[in-house]
């Protein structure tokens, strides 16, 4: 290293920096831990994000904000309550209703699964548990359409409260349809879309008509 010799610095360049050893890089994840959260304020989150889909399916728009952060949570209750509501609905039937009340769930989570392929195998970048999530929460219309049908037979089953259940089903079956579609529209392929929409058309088409035709023993 002779030649190193003759190299020099100059006086006026200053030398300046820091070094410093990382103990710790602090990650985003660290803020969004659970694992010492009470459990009180984890029930409390999840409560207050079921509500907020809630509120979203009921004043539709093109969004993903059902996509984002999806459950199950939502779409079981609604599922169970539907069924509850609707078991022992057949005037000829002589059992508890139970029957009714498991093919009531069947249809619900199987007509959801089939939706759900379809969408994936038309080239839809919508996960599998995503819409099980969206198809699930927009059963909410027609849960609340039950609930009016049974309170509207407790008055009578005659042609006035016919209409009104009629009436009730139809605009609720238009509002499931129309928020589920609008929440799923961004992730099918354009030329698609029909496709896609034609079995959502179905699925709750046979969920409106179970409320509609229902009759309490």
């Known amino acids: ?35 010492d959260e009470p459990v009180r304020d984890t029930i409390m ?18 969004s993903s904000a059902l996509l984002r952060d999806w459950d199950l949570w939502g779409p079981l209750v609604l599922c169970v309550s539907l069924a509850l509501m609707l078991q022992g ?28 392929l379809n969408s994936k195998l038309l080239g839809g970048t919508i996960s599998f548990f995503q819409s099980l999530c969206v198809l699930g929460y927009c059963v909410l219309p027609l849960t609340v359409a039950m609930l009016v049908c049974r309170l509207v037979l407790l008055a009578g089953s005659g042609t006035v409260s016919f209409i009104i259940r009629l009436i009730v089903v139809v605009a609720m079956f238009g509002w499931s349809t129309l928020a589920s579609t609008a929440f799923l529209a961004d992730s099918q392929p354009p030329n698609r879309k029909a496709l896609v929409v034609y079995p959502i058309f179905l699925f709750y088409f046979v969920i409106s008509w179970m409320i509609l035709t229902f009759t309490p023993q």
């Open 1 to 35: 290293f002779a030649g190193l010799a003759d190299v020099s610095i100059a006086e006026d360049i200053p030398v300046e920096g820091e070094i410093t050893i990382p103990v710790g890089s602090h990650s985003p994840d660290e803020d969004c831990s659970t694992l």
């Open 45 to 62: 989150r999840d409560l207050k994000a079921v509500g907020k889909k809630f509120v979203h399916v009921m004043y539709p728009k093109k």
């Open 89 to 116: 609905g057949s005037a000829d039937s002589k059992e508890d209703g139970g029957p009714q009340f498991a093919e009531v769930f069947v249809i619900i989570w199987f007509g959801a699964v089939v939706i759900t």
